[in-house]
């Protein structure tokens, strides 16, 4: 028997932001800096770092609940999507998915954003497409689509420290490429 990197985007991305994790304790402010997306008005057209935090803050992660939160659904749903969409296409979908999130979040929100959660969120509304048919809706998107997306909107209007936006974002992007690109069959 052997051990096999059966997912290699899966397993790339994880490896990552658990090394980014890992550099932000020998060097403070990594993930601040570099890691996380500013909320509107922190937003500088002119730099170079501005515009690389758009898609970087999905590498950066507040703590080791919030990486293991987000890679216990990664780990489980990406190696799946990969097989259906392949490393190429599930790696596109996620850096569009990172960038609208960042961007709407400049955007909209005074508040920063970073961590993965919007990443999940894109996989588990994908990841329900796998078994779409031609002019069929699965009652099981429907149902995710309600119990997951229901809950993020429900939980917006509720003070704390959670991006639901960025949820609620994941979520609509993962629906919007499982309906524009179907699952390999």
Known sequence: MTIKYNAPL???FT????????LDMVV???VENWFSVPGRGGFEAGSFQSYVRLFSHIFGHADLNHFLSNFSFIL????ILETNYGSAGLSI????TAVVTGLLNVLLFSTGLMGASGIVFMMILLSSFTNFGKGE???TFILVLVLYLGREVV???TANDISEFGHIIGGLCG???GYLKPAKR
């Open 137 to 139: 809706v699965p009652i």
């Open 28 to 30: 403070p402010g990594l």
């Open 175 to 177: 629906s919007v490429f």
């Open 155 to 157: 939980n917006a209007f």
């Open 76 to 79: 489980l749903l990406g190696p």
């Open 15 to 22: 490896l990552l932001c658990g090394a980014v994790l890992l």
């Open 10 to 12: 899966t397993l790339t």
């Open 93 to 96: 979908m996620i850096v569009i």
